[in-house]
């Protein structure tokens, strides 16, 4: 039969009974008919795989509904027969399996063996009888107070391993001689992350992590089944190269009716995992299983079981230790056909002639269950009156799983076994910490330098402790304390989540939504996207301490610190960048830097695990060098920006600056000495009377400008370790390659004094555009010992016949191309249109003056011809016509030379106002990078200081505008006088 599939998106608790009557009732029915039957779970973190499998606090997924169903149906069932019920629960994490029925480790997990007639099984995996629901209720959460101490020592949260339970149910009819036996395998699958969104995309390490190597192989699985179910040649099916995927071979390719439950998010980020499962999903539907029924009579058994006694004699039954309150033998049968092999085989074939009987393996279980009752019981007077810590992970099925008591008196936390409280975990010393009851009051003290935090403040000395308050040991080992009787109420301490920890574990490191500027002044509504950035932050915190402790533990000399990309950083308009999370790694001896990013820290961290597991259990950790995550090439860093606004460029205005390297925070890296000039073809700088007025005018002619980077001054990056360099880059408007200076090394104050002409030969509307819109973003970029100079691909750039890089290559529009013309064009043409009618109209009355005086002169000749005498001819006409000429020539060579003097004036009125906005802008960039101070007692001075430097800022924009509106209106007013006197 074919697997079934089923999309679930958990939106609340009203689901379960759904998902439930969905997919439970089928899973009953089958084990019942005596079919085997497997349900599994499969989806991206955080979709509601565990949360439909297990369900949250009162709302019972499927796991538990299906088991005390099953017991209310055996209820109801005719007396005359017997029912049997084993249950099992492992644990597969990075490829080991867990027994989390069994509080004995074993290094290296328990091992996946094979039979020839069962297939593969878990030797020595603990088995159950349970005579109802209330037992497997016990036992579920006996595995997962297990597997939440098996996380705090390496994996934060479940959602990186696989859980497995298998409810084994055998029906016996002894007036009909026969058995019916079936396993119900219930799988809660690992979250499946793309390599993408997890992290392993693009490192060279990603092949080396096996987190989610099953998933991957499971995925290689269903996809050769699905091929083979299409009528497909396949000629293998990759069972083996996982565990998981060995322990499924029966409920995937075999005798099993499974079901496959496709949990996905609704979140639009997810939208590709998405996708990812629903195709996994639809492979998954084109398997088809051969499900049979499972029964045999008791001649068939007998048989069975003296073939197994001639196969395995002298075999001896493994014994788990008295200790151990739930481990217990189930009992042993046999099928006709091939059996999932969650359990040993000896546990599953039939039952030996020297084996005790069903009901005396209750009779023992109730002698542990009686145990386990008694310690509930006393748990829970405990918990009623003394104080005690609540374990908080980052899965919430895992929190308030662990309790940890308080007696009176002084008792001492860490790893060693003699402690009154014993906790593994990151960063956890074998005594790290004492806490002391006394006189109604509970303290905590860290020994010697261990890390303790209370409310997300470090602590060295002995702290009083509140109801309430949140405690982290270590690395990232975190607890809800729980304070006297007398101190509790009624709070709601589901609140105290372990993002509420990271939260104020990062509002004490001064990092919240409104540094990162996730509200928008204007609507004074959250930013979503930085509201995504400071999410991961908050993930990422607990992640980057845990890289680090273990770091110092395997003394690799790496330190991790988390920063966040583009906080202060804008673009060449002036907008701010989209903001990202990185992972600056500095080694502690040599200095040197590297930054990673999230992705790339994820996978790494992944495989600094399986590292220091090895170094746990005892194995060599030495890896060579190529493959250990702690270590990379070195590379070049991005230290700083700095912006050089081109507007006096538009202008054909020299430009001279010296302007700050902000580093990612806002904060000067470096000053920069940069001039930018126009000049001519040959390089000839231009001077004040090239200055235009109106930028329009440089349309479609050639512009060309020289860009000098003069010096770099106190470079904080060369000031901080020996052996380093840096190298500046900057690339302009349309270039495909950044242009790079010649590195410089160990100088502190390095003089670079490079040039580059540039020319635009056909200077279009939208490069003029830029230049009176846009800066030059010019980088910074350290150089470290060993690391590869940078440098640009000068074929791929545009060069004049003069040899300079050519710049703005696109072509001006032409008139006939009408369509691409948009509406500023249109209305700057129609400006210059109408500034080419006011000239056409002067020389028409320059023109009608002129044929005045022709006419005049006409008559005078005319006179003169026939003789008549007139005011003194000679020098009349020759007075006259000086008279007719002269004045006309002085008035247009007097307009021409005071238009040109007019000019000038407001061209130098330009300058100084261009000058003073862009000490302005400086300054306003100053303002908006400034970040206040985490002392309060410093607050009023930083204030203080703000206004002093908004009224500097007001003072200096003022008085520019000013400058600018006086000398305007002094021209103008030179002009209107020369005009009067003309007339």
């Known amino acids: 039969m074919p697997l079934a599939c089923a999309g679930h998106d958990t939106c609340g608790s009203s689901f379960q009974r759904d998902v439930f009557r969905d997919l439970g009732r089928g899973i009953l029915d089958s084990a019942w008919q005596g079919y085997n039957a497997t349900l599994l779970a499969y989806g991206q973190t955080g979709s509601g795989k565990s949360y439909s499998m297990i369900g949250f606090g009162a709302n019972k997924g499927i796991i538990p509904n299906v088991c005390e169903e099953l017991f209310q149906a055996i209820e109801k069932q005719e007396k005359n027969q017997e029912y049997q019920v084993t249950f099992s629960m492992l644990e597969i994490y990075n490829e080991q399996v867990r027994d989390l029925l069994s509080r004995t480790k074993k290094p290296g997990g328990l091992k996946v063996r094979e039979d020839h007639q069962l297939g593969f099984y878990v030797e020595g995996l603990t088995s159950v009888p349970c005579e109802n629901y209330t037992q497997i209720e016990r036992l579920m959460e006996q595995g997962t107070k297990i597997r939440t101490t098996a996380s705090t020592n390496m994996n934060a949260s479940s ?25 119900i395998n219930l799988v809660d699958l690992a979250g499946s992350e793309r390599q993408k969104s997890s992290g392993s995309e693009g490192d060279r390490l990603r092949e080396g992590s096996r987190v989610n190597l099953s998933l991957t192989n499971l995925g290689n699985v269903i996809s ?26 029966s409920a995937l390719g075999g005798n099993s009716r499974t079901a496959l439950i496709a949990a996905i998010s609704p979140a639009d980020i997810c939208y590709e995992e998405t996708l990812s499962t629903l195709r996994y999903a639809e492979r998954a539907k084109k398997i088809r299983n051969r499900a049979v029924v499972n029964t045999w009579t008791l001649l068939r058994q007998w048989r069975a079981e003296n073939k197994l ?30 059996q999932p092999a969650w359990l040993p085989a000896e546990q599953q074939l039939g039952t030996r002639a020297n084996q005790v009987t069903w009901a005396h393996l209750l009779q023992q279980a109730w002698v542990a269950w009686e145990q386990q009752y008694e310690a509930a019981a006393q748990e829970r007077q405990m918990v009623k009156t003394l104080p005690h ?27 060693a076994a003699s402690n009154a409280i014993t906790i593994q975990g990151l960063g956890i010393s074998d005594k790290h910490a004492s806490f002391t009851n006394s006189d109604g009051k509970v303290t905590v003290a860290p020994h010697s330098k261990c890390k303790v935090a209370v409310n997300g403040v470090p602590i060295a000395t002995r702290t009083k402790l509140q109801h309430l308050d949140r405690i982290i040991l270590g690395s990232n080992s975190a607890f809800l304390y729980v304070g006297f009787p007398s101190e509790r109420g009624g709070e709601d301490v589901s609140r105290f989540d372990y993002d509420f920890f990271q939260l104020e574990r990062a509002a004490a490191e001064g990092v919240s939504v409104d540094k990162l500027g996730a509200t928008n002044s204007g609507e004074g509504q959250a930013d979503p996207s930085v509201l995504a950035v400071f999410q991961d932050y908050i993930k990422l915190m607990p992640l980057v301490a845990e890289a680090n402790q273990m770091s110092e533990e395997l003394k690799k000399g790496l330190k991790m610190e988390l920063k966040v990309k583009n906080l202060a950083s804008s673009d060449s308009r002036g907008y701010e960048l989209q903001k990202e999370v990185m992972v600056k790694v500095t080694h502690q001896r040599t200095h040197q830097v590297w930054i990673w990013s999230k992705a790339k820290f994820i996978n790494r961290k992944f495989l600094m695990e399986e590292l220091y597991q090895r170094f746990l259990d005892g194995e060599d950790s030495h890896v060579a060098q190529d493959d250990d995550p702690f270590w990379d090439p070195v590379e070049v860093v991005h230290l700083g920006s700095a912006h050089v606004w081109l507007q006096p460029l538009a202008y054909c205005m020299k430009l001279e600056e010296q302007v700050a390297f902000l580093d990612y925070e806002g ?16 390089g000839q700088a231009h001077g004040e009377e090239d200055v235009v007025i109106d930028p329009l005018e440089m349309l479609g002619k050639r512009i060309d400008f020289q860009i000098r980077i003069v010096q770099c001054l106190g470079v904080k990056w060369l000031k901080e370790g020996a052996g380093r360099g840096i190298q500046i880059g900057y690339r302009i408007y349309d270039l495909p390659n950044t242009i790079y200076t010649k590195p410089v090394w160990k100088i502190v104050n390095p003089q670079i004094e490079e040039t580059i002409q540039f020319a635009a030969l056909n200077a279009s509307q939208e490069f003029l555009n830029y230049l009176q819109t846009n800066a030059l973003i010019v980088d910074l970029w350290g150089l470290q010992d060993g690391c590869a100079e940078l440098s640009c691909s000068q074929p791929d750039l545009m060069v004049t016949g003069e040899g300079h890089i050519m710049v703005d290559t696109k072509k001006i529009p032409t008139v006939k191309d009408t369509s691409q013309t948009t509406s500023n064009q249109i209305s ?44 003194k001819p000679s020098s009349t006409l020759k007075t006259t016509g000086m008279t007719a000429r002269v004045p006309l020539a002085t008035e247009v060579n007097g307009t021409c030379t005071q238009q040109a003097s007019c000019d000038r004036e407001f061209a130098k009125a330009l300058k100084v106002f261009y000058q003073g906005m862009s000490t302005a802008r400086a ?61």
């Not at 189930?330 to 006709?336: A, D």
């Not at 509106?965 to 002094?970: G, S």
């Open 159 to 183: 959602s990186r391993s696989h859980m497995v339970i298998t409810v084994q149910f055998k029906q016996v009819f002894p007036d009909r001689h026969l058995t019916k036996q079936s396993s």
């Open 224 to 249: 050769a089944l699905a091929d083979a179910a299409m009528g497909k040649r396949v000629l293998h099916v990759p069972y083996r190269d996982s565990v998981l995927t060995k322990l499924l071979q």
């Open 309 to 338: 006694r001639c196969r395995d004699s002298g075999m001896a039954a493994s014994h788990e230790s008295a200790g151990d309150a739930a481990l217990y033998d189930s009992p042993k049968h046999v099928s006709s056909t091939q």
């Open 389 to 415: 810590l609540l374990n908080v992970n980052e899965d919430p099925q895992l929190t308030g799983v662990l309790k940890y008591f308080i007696p009176p008196g002084s008792c001492d936390v860490g790893q």
């Open 667 to 682: 904060l000067e890296e470096a000053v920069l000495h940069v001039s930018i000039v126009p000049c001519s073809p040959t």
């Open 828 to 871: 700057e043409l129609y400006l210059k249109l109408h500034k080419l009618e006011k000239e056409t109209e002067l020389l028409r009355n320059i023109n009608r003056a002129l044929r005045e005086e022709n006419v005049f002169l006409k008559e005078s000749l005319a006179k003169v011809g026939s003789g008549q005498q007139a005011h």
């Open 923 to 983: 300054q306003f960039l100053r303002l908006r990078q400034c970040k206040p101070p985490e002392d309060n007692q410093m607050l009023r001075p930083f204030v203080h200081h703000q206004s002093q430097m908004f009224k500097d800022f007001g003072d200096l924009l003022e008085s520019s505008l000013w400058k600018l509106k006086n000398d305007v209106a002094l021209i103008v007013k030179k002009k209107r006088e020369y005009l009067l006197h003309v007339k």
